[in-house]
């Protein structure tokens, strides 16, 4: 007679880093998209950053872009003047992603 294995030895889940990030949803790696059914609009961070690059003067396809595309979706801040991005905060800067994408969408 064969006895019954416990569930616990039965089964085991084991998760690897690499495979568990190649199904990460996220804005910033190209896998969520925002839209409006109402609207007929919908768009993905990739999207919004190829129309946003040449206004900042970012080559398609470049280095620089892809950079933008994380940028776009966390805690990044344009400095108009000096026309670089970063994570500092200055006066009443807004982070990229309510700049370009929200505040047009607002209006």
Known sequence: GGGSAAASDAFSLEYDDE?????????ANGR???GSALHGWGFSVSDMCAFVAPKLGVPRGSSAEEKLQVAMWGEYFLNPKARTVSRKQTGKLKPLFVQFVLEPIWK
């Open 32 to 34: 969520v998209i925002f």
């Open 19 to 27: 495979e568990e990030e190649a199904f990460e949803l996220s804005p």
